[in-house]
């Protein structure tokens, strides 16, 4: 184990000029966040970048102020909510912990307590544990991992090097202001210590980098070469009969779990018949990336000439394309023309 680096004081002097202003946040060196407020907010964060989160978490605090209030929710209304967040197990987890919270009066204030809630896990109890109760837990995140990468010049490429970068980390974390500290570390990573092109002469820690001094800052941290994403194909239905849509609630595990969507089959281990009788037509592909695959999903269209087999016929002035997951989304754009007919 290499000697400690003591980068705490350097990094909370330039966090409490420079900290991110974020919706779920509080000023630095101000009371403890509300943990209903962190533990909403890293929820939707996992995947998903800042920017795209913004809007979502003031929605749902607005709709939802509490965690009481969350929990006691519709399903169906807090899936159409997160739709186009993607990753839709976070969203039937949230739900989840948000009923086991409430059940028992409010959060643990301990990472241990916290990883016992359903959807916490490692990264997201010690997140919680720090920033809302200021446990000196450590916080290892995508953007830690790459500032202790090259505070250490760890040359072990990810995801191999992943224990080592948390027990470095481990080192660097203070005992005081432990959500502060957790924060800056996230800011540093996000807005100086970036994966290209570094801003190494505004660093507040470029004075205890190795990798800088070493001159190889901008190529740490080394990965592991990707293997190519699987490809998958399947098929949408669009049926239309009057004035309503044919729509189904997908299983509640699974991809896309509990959303409402189009019928479709084969991409997701489905292998189903059309959901009732038409003149089914093929009018384009779409295309689309999930975590673990790509897809490609024939959109079929066509008249209901009769009562659908699965699935209801939802009116059109109730469909919300933005509740629809995105890749619903893509299948509703390119079957805009029959739609809107």
């Given at each position: ?18 900290a ?7 000023p ?22 800042v ?29 159409a ?21 409430a ?43 790459r ?86 194909e ?27 969507a ?14 009732g ?21 024939r ?28 890749l ?9 023309g029959?739609?809107a007919?």
């Amino acid at each position: 184990m290499r000697d400690s680096k003591v980068i705490a004081p350097d990094l909370l002097a330039w966090y409490d000029r420079h900290a991110r202003v974020l919706p779920w946040r509080v000023p630095p060196g101000g009371s403890p966040a509300d943990p209903y407020r962190v533990w909403l907010s890293e929820v939707m964060l996992q995947q998903t970048t800042v920017a795209a989160v913004k809007a979502y978490f003031l929605r749902f605090t607005a709709l939802w102020p509490t965690v009481h209030d969350l929990a006691a929710a519709e399903d169906a209304r807090v899936m159409a909510e997160w739709a186009g967040l993607g990753y839709y197990a976070r969203a039937r987890n949230l739900l989840a912990c948000a009923r086991a919270v409430a059940a028992q009066g409010g959060f643990p204030d301990t990472r241990e307590g916290l990883a016992a809630l359903p959807g916490i896990g490692p990264y997201t109890s010690a997140a919680i544990a720090a920033i809302a109760f200021e446990r000196p837990e450590t916080v290892v995140d995508g953007n830690v991992e790459r500032v202790v990468a090259r505070l250490f010049a760890v040359e072990t490429p990810l995801p191999r090097a992943k224990p080592q970068l948390t027990a470095l980390a481990a080192q660097l974390t203070p005992t005081k202001r432990s959500g502060d500290y957790a924060q800056a570390m996230m800011d540093l990573g996000a807005t100086i210590c970036t994966p290209r092109s570094p801003a190494c002469v505004i660093c507040p820690l470029q004075a205890q980098c190795d990798a800088r001094r070493q001159g190889i800052a901008a190529e740490l941290p080394r990965k592991l070469a990707k293997a190519p994403k699987p490809e998958r194909e399947g098929v949408a239905w669009v049926a239309r009969q009057g004035q309503a849509l044919l729509l189904e609630h997908r299983p509640a595990k699974g991809l896309l779990g509990g959303t409402l969507a189009f019928p479709s089959a084969q991409w997701d281990g489905r292998d189903l018949p059309p959901p009732g009788p038409a003149q089914w037509r093929e009018i384009g592909q779409v295309r689309h990336v999930f975590t673990h695959f790509s897809l490609t999903l024939r959109v079929m269209t066509g008249h209901l000439t009769g009562n659908p087999e699965r699935g209801e016929l939802v009116p059109l002035r109730q469909i919300d394309r933005e509740a629809l997951p995105g890749l619903m989304r893509k299948v509703w754009d390119m079957a805009q023309g029959e739609i809107a007919a």
